[in-house]
C-alpha cells in the first residue's frame, strides 16, 4: 500500500476536463478535492489501493452509503447524505468517487443549541437503518473483539511513550466493562464513525448532511460513540460539554454506563495517533482525565 500522490490527482482531474481545482485534504490514505466541471461543484476522493485491490473506506462509498440513500431517503426527514454520482476504481492516483457537492453551512461546536437540538434527530434517524440488507455489501461490524484489540493496542502504545502510568490501567480496563457486557439482543445500528460538528453542515432549517463515511460501520453501541466522539471535540467549549453531558443523561435513546465507557475508549484511541503532537496530546489527555472522572 502506498500514499496517494497529489500531483497524480491533480493530473487526472485535470484529464477529466476540471476547470476549478482545490483541494481540501491530503494524508496518506486519500485525498479530497472540490472540483468545476462543466458548470457542476463535486466533491472528488481519491483513495489508496491495497495490494489485494481497493480499500473498505472506497467500498463504503460506493457500495454502501448508496444503499443506506436509497433505502432512507423517503424515511429520514433530517439526514441528508452525499449523491455518488460516478465511481472510478482505477484512476493513475487510485479509486477515486464522485459525489455532488453539499452547499451547506458547518455547524460551530460554540453554539451549543443548535449543535445539542441537532445531534438526537439525527442519531434517531441512523437508528432505523436495518443492518441486515448491508451485510452483503461489506458493511465493517465493530464488537468486542476489535474493542479489546484498539484498547490493547493503544494502551501499549501510550504505557511505551509514558504518556499514561501503568498504573492508570486498571482503571482504563474497568471503564470498558459495560460495552463487555452488552446484551447480544441490544440492535446494532451505522454511522459514519467519525460524528463531530466538523462533518456536520446544515443545509436548510430542518435538514443537516453528514459528510466523511470512510469509516462507515455498525456496532451494538453506536449512539454513545456518536456522541462520546462528539464530547472530545468539545472540551474547551465548557458550557456546551456540560449541556451535552445533562442531556445524554436523560435522553432514552442513551445507556449512560455505555456512554461513559465510549468516552474513555475514543479519548484512548485518539491520543495513541496525537500522543507526539504536543497541542492535540494536552487536549486529549485533558478529555481523558474528564471522561474517567465521569465513571
Known sequence: MSDISESDCITHLLCEGAQHIKRLSHKNNRAIFSVILNGQKYAVKFFVKSGNGVTYPFVAHCDILPSIKSYAEHQWRHIVLPDIVRVQPDTIAGPAVWMTWVQGSQIKTQDDSLLLDTLFPLLNELKSIP???????????????????????????????ETIKRSD??????????????????????????????????VNNHQIAIIDWDGLRASQFEIEHCLAHMLLFLTEEPE????????????????????????????????RFWQHQPIKKRFLMDSLNKTLSLN
Do not use: W
Open 131 to 161: 443492518v441486515d440488507f448491508l451485510i452483503p455489501l461489506g458493511l465493517r461490524f465493530y464488537q468486542q473483539k476489535e474493542i479489546h484489540k484498539d484498547l490493547r493496542k493503544s494502551i501499549g502504545s501510550l504505557v511505551k511513550s
Open 240 to 271: 456546551t460539554y456540560k449541556r451535552l453531558i445533562d442531556t445524554v443523561s436523560t435522553s432514552r435513546l442513551v445507556d449512560v454506563e455505555i456512554f461513559k465507557a465510549c468516552c474513555v475508549l475514543r479519548s484512548i484511541i485518539q491520543l
Open 169 to 202: 490501567i486498571h482503571c482504563i480496563e474497568n471503564a470498558m466493562t459495560p460495552l463487555y457486557e452488552i446484551e447480544d439482543s441490544r440492535p446494532f445500528i451505522i454511522s459514519n464513525e467519525d460524528f463531530r460538528a466538523a462533518n456536520l453542515l446544515r
